[in-house]
């Protein structure tokens, strides 16, 4: 399984950023994909979910209303929408898949590479 993540950048508050994850390899729909972010010396943490066949969502509570994750099954690929930018919001945005919804990254299967989104105020 390959995941290729993309779409960072460097953004002022309250600014909006589309980010990809486009994945290869899987030999089944009936996964889950998941975006976590990474602050510099801080865990990695949930961001939000999706159920590929499915589209059933989950996000974490601090990016509700505010980020929406979505998949395009004809290119392979998880977006997640992130809008109305927070300083805080700084941090490699990870995409992750698993075999079952997660919360933790202990229960992640492979990860892309990760995107570095920067906000500032």
């Known amino acids: 399984v390959q995941l290729q993540a993309s779409g960072g950048g460097l953004v002022r508050a309250g600014d909006s950023l589309r980010l990809s994850c486009a994945v290869s390899?899987?030999?089944?729909?009936?996964?889950?994909m998941s975006w976590f972010r990474q602050a510099p010396g801080k865990e990695r943490d949930f961001v939000a979910g999706?159920?590929?066949?499915?589209?059933?969502?989950r996000y974490a509570d601090s990016v509700k209303g505010r980020f929406t994750i979505s998949r395009d099954s004809a290119v392979n690929t998880v977006y997640l929408h992130v809008n109305i930018l927070k300083p805080e919001d700084t941090a490699v945005y990870y995409c992750?898949?698993?075999?079952?919804?997660?919360?933790?990254?202990?229960?992640?299967?492979?990860w892309g590479q990760g995107t570095k989104v920067t906000v500032s105020s």
């Open positions: 992750a898949t698993s075999r079952g919804p997660i919360t933790t990254a202990v229960g992640a299967g492979s």
């Open positions: 390899g899987l030999t089944t729909d009936d996964n889950f």
């Open positions: 999706i159920r590929w066949r499915e589209g059933t969502k």
